[in-house]
């Protein structure tokens, strides 16, 4: 009790009456503000808090312990600025010191923390929290370090993860969380990425950095429209942001581009429609999935062309890029089929199947694998030399030609390895035209139906019969008389 008679006298000489009930008010609103920070109401702290303050403004405590507040709001450019006037009324205020250091260091001014961390130290030097909190400044320094690095080489995976390591510390950081959502972008995470920026929105709606990573969500979604248009609020907010106007310059550019190959397709040149396809592709290789649909354009292009290699490279480029993109799985499986490469045909369209159910899809799969289980089987009417469309007459034509220019007899005098050849072409020759002469066997073949379920058994099949039967028997033929007709 004589203690506090001798402080209250003595605040009374040193302050005046006026003074001291003031100051005595200013203990009582900090003492309430303790109360509620303990009970972690810190919006009542923060309250009663700046009471004290408004009493007595020179106090450097109670701008130390609204700071405290403010962090625990998550507040830290306001509770900086309250610690630095801490700093500013009593250098030698250690918590204020910390404090100071501690925003700097979530907002992610690493150099600024340690300034303030180093003093700490030279006032305590054994003081263990700023000790540890040097490092953590020095940790954070080394991770902008490497991700910047990263960023030159394009290893955006290792920027995202300096990043991450980063705000573990720097956590309240926009400049980290924006640099990370910009890689995220380049790598595809589109929703990471735009999640990131969209909770920066939230809290300040006019960040140009968030609204351009933003834009660059949409426009590597190929929402190109609506892309420039954050862009564009980017650059009313910040001019000189030189990314928003580049990505704003290749959005334009490119959108223009593709529209005019598309123009050019429409009305049926084709190779004009290849070249801007081409120069769109050139704009910017960051954006892969209008560059896959432009690859796939140009596949489409490629097939009316008939450069169907050509086009089927562009539709694997166009995968590469998107694996997701089933129109360029369609296109590539009918130029597939297109150049009888079934079995990378069913590939694709099992593919497309396993994605998207649907009855077309069904049916171009069944399609594929009916041309396939086709291709694997003696080829007929290649073996005869004629069309998939060849007459009766031609089919006959074909076989007396085959079938004399392979006949045993006329092969005779050959070696045995080149009569054996001889024979089984002139089998071949005779087993095709039994099939393709016959309407119902032709049929069940060119529907890839199996010949056996009609009761032919190639196995058993003698050439020799169908040849004496197309001409007329033993004495119809002679090789003496027609060899140089053959």
């Given at each position: 009790?004589?203690?506090?008679?001798?402080?209250?006298?003595?605040?009374?000489?040193?302050?005046?009456?006026?003074?001291?009930?003031?100051?005595?008010?200013?203990?009582?609103f900090?003492?309430?503000?303790?109360?509620?920070?303990?009970k972690?109401?810190y919006?009542?702290?923060?309250?009663?808090?700046?009471?004290?303050?408004?009493?007595?403004?020179?106090?450097?405590?109670?701008?130390?312990?609204?700071?405290a507040?403010?962090?625990?709001?998550?507040?830290?450019?306001?509770?900086?600025?309250?610690?630095?006037?801490?700093?500013?009324?009593?250098?030698?205020?250690?918590?204020?010191?910390?404090?100071?250091?501690?925003?700097?260091?979530?907002?992610?001014?690493a150099?600024a923390?340690?300034?303030?961390?180093?003093?700490?130290?030279?006032?305590?030097?054994?003081?263990?929290?700023?000790?540890?909190e040097?490092?953590?400044?020095?940790?954070?320094?080394?991770?902008?370090?490497?991700a910047?690095?990263?960023?030159?080489?394009?290893?955006?995976?290792?920027?995202?993860?300096?990043?991450?390591?980063?705000?573990?510390?720097a956590?309240?950081?926009?400049?980290?969380?924006?640099?990370?959502?910009?890689c995220?972008?380049?790598?595809?995470?589109?929703?990471?990425?735009?999640?990131?920026?969209?909770?920066?929105?939230?809290?300040?709606?006019?960040?140009?950095d968030?609204?351009?990573?933003?834009?660059?969500?949409?426009?590597?979604?190929?929402?190109?429209?609506?892309?420039?248009?954050?862009?564009?609020?980017?650059?009313?907010?910040?001019?000189?942001?030189?990314?928003?106007?580049?990505?704003?310059?290749?959005?334009?550019?490119?959108?223009?581009?593709?529209?005019?190959?598309n123009?050019?397709?429409?009305?049926?040149?084709?190779?004009?429609?290849?070249?801007?396809?081409?120069?769109?592709?050139?704009?910017?290789?960051?954006?892969?999935?209008?560059?896959?649909?432009?690859?796939?354009?140009?596949?489409?292009?490629?097939?009316?062309l008939?450069?169907?290699?050509?086009?089927?490279?562009?539709?694997?480029?166009?995968?590469?890029?998107?694996?997701?993109?089933?129109?360029?799985?369609?296109?590539?499986?009918?130029?597939?089929?297109?150049?009888?490469?079934?079995?990378?045909a069913?590939?694709?369209?099992?593919?497309?199947?396993?994605?998207?159910k649907?009855?077309?899809?069904?049916?171009?799969?069944?399609?594929s694998?009916?041309?396939?289980?086709?291709?694997?089987?003696?080829?007929?009417?290649?073996?005869?030399?004629?069309?998939?469309?060849?007459?009766?007459?031609?089919?006959?034509?074909?076989?007396?030609?085959?079938?004399?220019?392979?006949?045993?007899?006329?092969?005779s005098?050959?070696?045995?390895?080149?009569?054996?050849?001889?024979?089984?072409?002139?089998?071949?020759?005779?087993?095709?035209?039994?099939?393709?002469?016959?309407?119902?066997?032709?049929?069940?073949?060119?529907?890839?139906?199996?010949?056996?379920?009609?009761?032919?058994?190639?196995?058993?099949?003698?050439?020799?019969?169908?040849?004496?039967?197309?001409?007329?028997?033993?004495?119809?033929?002679?090789?003496?008389?027609?060899?140089?007709?053959?």
């Open positions: 009790m004589r203690a506090y008679q001798r402080a209250t006298a003595n605040s009374l000489a040193k302050f005046g009456p006026g003074k001291h009930l003031a100051r005595l008010e200013a203990e009582s900090k003492e309430q503000g303790n109360a509620f920070y303990v972690k109401d919006a009542e702290a923060f309250n009663y808090y700046t009471k004290a303050i408004d009493m007595c403004p020179k106090n450097a405590s109670y701008y130390g312990n609204r700071a507040t403010l962090m625990m709001l998550c507040r830290y450019r306001d509770a900086l600025e309250d610690c630095q006037q801490a700093v500013r009324l009593d250098n030698t205020f250690i918590k204020g010191h910390l404090r100071e250091g501690k925003c700097h260091l979530l907002l992610g001014n150099m923390a340690s300034r303030c961390f180093q003093r700490v130290l030279e006032l305590e030097s054994d003081n263990s929290q700023a000790q540890q040097v490092k953590n400044a020095e940790s954070i320094l080394e991770y902008e370090r490497m910047e690095i990263g960023f030159e080489k394009r290893d955006f995976r290792m920027v995202v993860f300096c990043m991450d390591r980063a705000l573990d510390s956590s309240a950081c926009h400049k980290f969380k924006i640099l990370k959502a910009e995220l972008a380049l790598l595809g995470r589109y929703p990471e990425a735009q999640s990131v920026a969209s909770d920066i929105l939230r809290m300040d709606s006019t960040n140009a968030a609204l351009y990573v933003r834009g660059l969500c949409l426009y590597y979604e190929d929402c190109i429209d609506k892309a420039v248009q954050f862009f564009v609020q980017a650059l009313r907010m910040a001019p000189d942001h030189d990314k928003a106007r580049l990505a704003c310059r290749n959005a334009k550019a490119l959108k223009a581009k593709k529209e005019e190959g123009k050019a397709f429409k009305e049926g040149n084709y190779e004009a429609a290849c070249e801007l396809y081409s120069e769109a592709l050139t704009i910017d290789p960051n954006n892969i999935k209008t560059n896959a649909k432009l690859y796939c354009n140009r596949a489409t292009v490629g097939s009316k008939k450069k169907l290699e050509q086009a089927i490279e562009d539709c694997t480029k166009a995968i590469k890029l998107d694996e997701t993109y089933i129109k360029a799985y369609l296109r590539r499986a009918q130029c597939y089929m297109d150049t009888e490469q079934y079995e990378e069913v590939r694709d369209y099992e593919k497309v199947y396993q994605t998207e649907t009855k077309e899809h069904k049916q171009l799969l069944k399609n694998q009916l041309e396939l289980k086709k291709s694997k089987r003696k080829d007929y009417y290649k073996i005869l030399g004629v069309d998939k469309n060849a007459t009766e007459e031609e089919i006959k034509k074909a076989y007396r030609k085959r079938a004399l220019l392979h006949h045993p007899d006329r092969h005098g050959a070696s045995a390895e080149v009569q054996k050849e001889e024979e089984k072409k002139f089998k071949e020759v005779g087993e095709a035209f039994s099939v393709l002469s016959d309407a119902k066997k032709k049929s069940r073949y060119d529907t890839g139906q199996d010949l056996e379920d009609d009761g032919m058994n190639m196995g058993d099949f003698d050439a020799n019969n169908i040849f004496k039967a197309f001409f007329g028997g033993p004495g119809g033929f002679s090789f003496e008389g027609n060899i140089c007709s053959v």
